[in-house]
Nanobody, 121 residues
């Protein structure tokens, strides 16, 4: 089974920074897209940032200029650097990836378990 595991969440003051990590493991053949979503209680999960295998990136307008996504393909890991954090950034952040596994032999979406980011004074 393919598994995504996030880490790096925590409590930070407004204007502060965090660095989230997500590592993929399991029966992986190819990783296409890796990225991050976030979700507040009672709200829809929303896209934060994506990075494809070719190096292109996409950011939600609400985080553009404040968050930076990067990948270490040798480690099957994606990072999200969160700077200039605001209270409204508070959410569970979920790693997301489109992966071709040796089991399915097809690209499918996978989700991590989530890591809590809380921005508060």
């Amino acid at each position: 089974q393919v598994q995504l595991v996030e880490s790096g969440g925590g409590l930070v003051q407004p204007g502060g920074s965090l660095r989230l990590s997500c590592s993929a493991s399991g029966n992986i053949v190819t990783i296409f897209t890796m990225g991050w979503y976030r979700q507040e209680p009672g709200k829809q999960r929303e896209l934060v940032a994506l990075a494809n295998s070719g190096g292109s990136t996409h950011y939600a307008d609400s985080v553009k200029g404040r968050f930076t996504i990067s990948r270490d393909n040798a480690k099957n890991t994606v990072y999200l650097q969160l700077d200039s954090l605001k209270p409204e950034d508070t959410a569970v952040f979920y790693c997301y990836s489109i992966i071709r596994s040796g089991t399915t032999r097809d690209y499918k979406p996978y989700w991590g378990q989530g890591t809590q980011v809380t921005v508060s004074s």
